[in-house]
């Protein structure tokens, strides 16, 4: 990426590239945050300069995302997975399913936890296509008093990204966008709960960004462990045990960076353009394959495989992601579950990495094709 520091293009799905002028400003700050005297992992979470941080990444969230005060932004923990948990735990109306949206591995492991007691219903399902396209889905499908409809926008292990997404009329709308947030603009006052674990796009590990309608989180009981309440972090501004606050911190640079870059319009542009390069080195090629029905693919995980109808597609990938490798192309391997070769190109990605990767592809193929 930079000669300077001799690193590799990452093509990690998550945790994933941070960009590089947000690192070395860390780097910067690490033994004295702004003349405090020690690191911003060395003090109170209640105080100032840490305060400051809470109030510009939560400004820069809202300015992002086009949202208002009627919003509450919550930095929790235990990853975007505790948010399948406590969403039923604090939304679900006595008597009224949970409409589940099922597009692949993280709607399953939404659904696994369902499962545990909470009324529910798979309102469409992409599995019996093998989740290579995204269900038909609109207004009918869905049920019209459920206590929210629950969807994943990107789904960061098959490679499929909704491009629209359904009236859900008075129906609350929960999505799921941790391999996608961030990395383009939608209309996202129509959605009542968006969440995110941070590592794909928004910054470390050990933060997952909470945005809620604040109306929303009053429909909890308070009898639910009090950790586990919206409420209680809405209250205490995340603060009511110590938060991530390095993780904080970090998403705070990350989203001043999409700020500088132009905001989500630039984002867009620049991922549109990042997966137009893969893509069209696939399409043009016989030598590899897009499984995805093509409208429904991601512009965040480009899942490929090589002659998947030939008896050497497995030894052929594998010998793609060894050699690209030792190129400085680095994890190229698609999820264990579906195989194949996956090029997870996040906002932090650069274009010289997937341009990189597109020469690499069509000099692999002039060798064994
Ligand atoms: C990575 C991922 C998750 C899991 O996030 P954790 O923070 O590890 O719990 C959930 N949903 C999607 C879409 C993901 O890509």
Not at 53 to 81: H, P, T
Not at 86 to 102: I, R
Not at 113 to 124: N, P, T, W
Request: charged residues 25%; aromatic residues 8%; proline residues 5%.
């Amino acid at each position: 990426m930079s000669q300077k520091y001799d690193r590799v293009y990452n093509f990690s799905p998550g945790p994933a590239n941070l960009p590089e002028s947000v690192l070395e400003q860390v780097r910067d700050e690490m033994m004295n945050y702004k003349g405090s005297g020690v690191s911003i992992m060395e003090i109170s979470h209640r105080a100032y300069p840490f305060d400051e941080i809470m109030v510009n990444v939560k400004s820069r969230v809202r300015q992002l995302l086009g949202l208002g005060e009627d919003y509450a932004v919550l930095f929790l923990q235990g990853g975007a997975s505790t948010q399948f948990s406590m969403l039923p735990m604090n939304l679900q109306l006595p008597g009224k399913s949970v409409d589940l949206v099922h597009t692949g591995h993280w709607t399953q492991m939404a659904l696994d936890q369902l499962k545990k007691g909470f009324e529910h219903r798979v309102v469409a399902s992409g599995e019996k296509d093998g989740f290579k396209r995204l269900p038909e889905l609109s207004a009918r499908h869905l049920t019209s008093d459920a206590s929210y409809v629950h969807m994943c926008s990107n789904n960061t292990i098959y490679g499929t990204q909704w491009k629209t997404f359904p009236d859900t009329g008075k129906v609350p709308l929960v999505c799921d966008m941790s391999s996608d947030i961030m990395s383009r603009r939608l209309d996202f006052s129509r959605f009542d709960v968006i969440f995110a674990g941070a590592q794909k796009n928004l910054g470390p590990s050990g933060v997952c960004l909470v945005v809620i309608k604040q109306e929303l989180a009053e429909r909890a009981s308070d009898k639910l462990p009090t950790m586990l309440q919206y409420r209680t972090h809405i209250k205490n501004d995340s603060r009511f045990n110590t938060p991530p606050a390095f993780g904080i911190y970090v998403m705070g640079l990350v989203l001043d960076w999409i700020v500088k870059q132009g905001g989500l319009d630039a984002m867009e542009k620049q991922n549109n353009e990042k997966a137009k390069v893969l893509y069209d080195a696939i399409d043009s090629s016989s030598f590899y394959e897009s499984p995805l029905h093509k409208p429904d693919r991601s512009l965040m995980n480009v899942v490929f495989r090589i002659k998947p109808d030939s008896k050497d597609s497995e030894k052929l990938e594998e010998s793609f992601i060894k050699e690209a490798k030792v190129a400085g192309l680095t994890e190229l391997k698609g999820h264990r579950v579906i195989g194949g070769l996956r090029a997870s190109i996040y906002n932090a990605h650069p274009l010289s990495g997937v341009q990189a990767l597109a020469q690499f592809m069509r000099e692999f193929e002039r060798k064994n094709g």
